[in-house]
Structures are given as C-alpha cells and as structure tokens.
C-alpha cells in the first residue's frame, strides 16, 4: 500500500537552531497538508499546497516558520530560529482528489531543548 | 470555524466489550474521517465516511449529516485497538479544504 514518507522520525534541537522537515506524498497526490499537534490534542493544520501552489497558510507562524513545495512533489517544512513551544508532532499528509480520504506520514515528532 | 466535538474524552474496556464513540459537528460537511492514532503517534485512516454506513471486520462507522453526528462503533475490543481516536471533518463548499479534527477519545483496553 503506498505511504506518506517523513524524515527525520525524531528530532532534538536548541532554542534558536533552524530544523527542517521533509514529506514525499504519495505518487500523483496533487493536495499536500503539514499540520501540528501538540501532545493531547488534534491535529492542526500549518499549510496546504495544491501542486506547488500554497492554497491555505492562515495558521502558519510566518515569522519563523517557511514551507516549499518547489516541483509540486515533495516538501520541506523549516522553523528557523526554533523556540520551546515547537515542540510537537509535525505529520504530512496527501490526498488525491476532492471527495477521497487522507493519508497521513509517521510524522516528525521534534524536541526543542 | 467549524466545531467537532467528540465524546466521550476518555474510556477504559476491558478485552472483549464493545463500545460507541462520537463525533458531533457544527457545519455541513462533504468529508469526514475516523482515525485511530498508535502509540508511536501514526495515524491511521480508518473511515472516510461523509455519510451513510461502513464496516471494516469488528470495527463500523455511521453517519448522519443531516443531524450532524457520526459514530464510531468497536466491536469485541483487543488491546491492539488502544491509543486515541479522532474525528475529523472538511468543510462543503469553501475554499478550505483541510481536513478539522476534533479533540479526540483516549482508549484503553484492558487485558
């Protein structure tokens, strides 16, 4: 069955550092989504790109946070600097058309130190 | 924004029962989804279930976008079936379309 694929798994970085995260849809999946979830919550969404087209980034923390998604493809989610309250579950997911479900990556769970 | 509710926030089985889980929402829909979160914080697609009625082996999905609620039901729980459930929902006719989870429903089986 095909899957979302996330890397890193884990990450550990210092207040200030950069981080970034990198999300590989599945194949032919136009709708790509970062969202963020702090432990004991659901899920919230970051960012939406339909193709390499950033549809929704409402609730994304513009100051430090960036995303790309440069071919359409696969895309990166960067924080720079990072602070305390990052630390969360970042997870990707991709879908196919309208009216069909999501599947969400393993996520990257970050710590900030 | 829309307003996912789920019910109850927390329940403790014990192997073998079944039991209901619910999902209320504010705004029509033309999209929503039943996940089961593992302990390792992978979510797995359970249900897209915009309407109507699903079975998947011990576990189905109802839901009635009329009235705004689906239900999730587990049959003959297994420990395997702990970690948290989530409803999640996308609103019909915006330009938004991501999906909206609600707070979810911790669940532990007990052996």
């Known amino acids: 069955e095909a899957e979302v694929a996330q890397s890193p798994r884990y990450k550990i970085t210092e207040k200030s550092q950069a981080v970034a995260f990198w999300c590989d849809p599945i194949s032919g999946h136009a709708t790509l989504y970062w969202y963020r979830q702090i432990l004991g919550q659901g899920p919230e969404l970051l960012v939406q790109f339909q193709d390499e087209s950033v549809v929704d980034d409402s609730q994304l923390p513009k100051d430090r946070f960036s995303a790309e998604r440069l071919k359409g493809v696969d895309s990166t989610l960067k924080i720079q600097p990072a602070e305390l309250g990052d630390s969360a579950m970042y997870l990707c997911?991709?879908?196919?058309?309208?009216?069909?479900?999501?599947?969400f990556g393993s996520g990257t769970r970050l710590t900030v130190v | 924004g829309i307003q996912v509710e789920q019910s109850p926030p927390d329940l403790i089985l014990q192997e073998g029962a079944n039991s209901t889980l619910r999902c209320n929402f504010s705004?029509?829909?033309?999209?929503l989804q039943w996940f089961h979160q593992n302990p390792w914080g992978q979510l797995i697609n359970l249900f897209y279930i915009p309407s109507g009625t699903k079975q998947n082996g011990r576990l189905s999905a109802t839901t009635v976008a009329t009235e705004r609620y689906s239900l999730l039901y587990i049959s003959s729980s297994q420990t395997t079936d702990s970690g948290v459930y989530f409803c999640?929902?996308?609103?019909?006719?915006?330009?938004?379309?991501?999906?909206?989870f609600g707070s979810g429903t911790r669940l532990q089986v007990q052996p």
């Open positions: 999640a929902v996308e609103l019909e006719d915006t330009g938004r379309r991501a999906l909206t």
């Open positions: 705004d029509s829909v033309n999209n």
């Open positions: 997911a991709s879908s196919f058309i309208e009216k069909t479900g999501y599947t």
